[in-house]
């Protein structure tokens, strides 16, 4: 198994060196290699994506990625900026499948804003489409306009076909769960997801079991919030996708919980938390390193295909919580207030 490994900015490194430590102890026959993305990137080579670093990425099986982005790199032109690095693997990749589960663990009900029993038993899939809608559009940019006026640009852009293999993977997991699909759009006023939900209706009569239903965003945003236990799989575009899913981060207790996979048509991916870079709190041996751990997991899983491991992993993230462990953002009254590192600890003796 190869991985890259591309700890990134800000509290990447330290996060992602939790995830290394976990994958170590499992003792299987890995060999990982690091390479800077993002303002790490700039820094070595003066890109957010080196081409090493991207034929690194091409190279191996699977890509482990901490977080991109620090505000000192807000004044770079715009293909400089970390984002960009980010944006141009999950394209160069073709990494088009987007999975964030947000999973409530027991011990965090508490941890969350919302009340315990509305969020107790969560556990959602939202499946966001990665490499296509406004992200990538064109024409995009900022321009001048004859009165002088200047004008900002982006297009919001799908395809049938683009669509159609987003939908399949949404469907093909809601049938190895609860056999529901929300599908989010906003089909009363734009023509790009009118169509969207055009093709997920007809891509639903090749799954007559699973149920199929259409939400619009605005709706599913405040769904979510009022009785997000309603949902199984949600699936829906590139960016209703970003700001769902961090909204879904919440019902989790905290960002910090929520891992992801971000998977191309032959299940090679890239793993990262959720979640940014977190320049505040970079080096000060306080992030949550969880949602890289349990990415680390859904590594096993999606590309490796190894489900006895990826368990092992999410159950020793279950152990560690049940003795206590929690880092500065899931704490609460009576439990354990521990370091990013010694969470990575805490993980590995509960293997
Ligand atoms: C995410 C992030 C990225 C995105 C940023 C850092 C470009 O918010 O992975 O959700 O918008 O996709
Ligand atoms: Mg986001």
């Known amino acids: 198994m190869k991985i890259a490994v591309l700890p990134g900015d800000g509290i990447g490194p330290e996060i992602v060196a939790q995830a290394v430590k976990v994958l170590n102890a499992l003792n299987l026959d890995i060999s990982m290699t690091e390479a800077p993305i993002g303002g790490a990137g700039y820094e070595a080579a003066g890109d957010p994506l080196p081409d090493a670093t991207l034929q690194l990425a091409k190279d191996a099986d699977a890509v482990l990625l901490g977080a991109v982005g620090d505000w000192k790199y807000d004044k770079l032109e715009r293909h400089l900026r970390p984002e960009r690095g980010l944006l141009r693997i999950r394209k160069e990749l073709n990494l088009f499948a987007n999975l964030r589960p947000a999973l409530l663990y027991p011990e965090l009900a508490s941890a969350s804003t919302l009340k315990p029993e509305v969020v107790s038993g969560l556990d959602i899939m939202i499946v966001r489409e990665l490499t296509g809608d406004i ?8 321009s001048t306009l004859e009165n002088g006026e200047r004008e900002g640009v982006n297009t919001m852009r799908y395809n049938e076909s683009e669509i159609r293999r987003i939908g399949r993977v949404a469907f093909d997991i809601a049938m190895k769960r609860n056999k529901k699909v929300c599908s989010v759009d906003k089909a009363n006023v734009l023509e790009a997801t009118e169509l969207w939900r055009q093709v997920m209706i007809e891509l639903s009569a090749e799954y007559p079991e699973v149920e199929l239903s259409h939400m619009y965003v605005d709706n599913a945003a405040m769904q979510l919030i ?26 989790t207790g905290s960002i910090g919980m929520l891992p992801s996979a971000s998977l191309d048509a032959n299940n090679k991916g890239m793993y990262e938390p959720s979640h940014g870079s977190a320049p505040d709190l970079a080096g000060k ?12 997991a859904m590594m096993l899983r999606y590309t490796f295909n190894d489900e006895a491991n990826a368990q092992r992993i999410e159950n020793a993230v279950k152990k560690a919580l049940a003795l206590g462990f929690r880092t500065a953002d899931i704490w609460t009254e009576g ?13 590995v003796a509960s293997l």
């Not at 992200?135 to 900022?142: D, E, L, T, V």
């Not at 439990?335 to 969470?343: F, H, I, R, S, Y």
């Open 285 to 296: 041996n306080v992030a949550n390193p969880l949602a890289t751990i349990l990415s680390a």
């Open 226 to 251: 009022r009785a997000p236990k309603q949902f199984d799989v949600m699936v829906t575009g590139n960016i209703f996708g970003d700001i769902l899913s961090d909204e879904a981060s919440m019902l």
């Open 335 to 347: 439990t354990n207030k521990v370091g990013c590192a010694e969470m990575g600890d805490a993980v």
């Open 135 to 142: 992200y990538f559009g064109q024409p995009r940019g900022i």
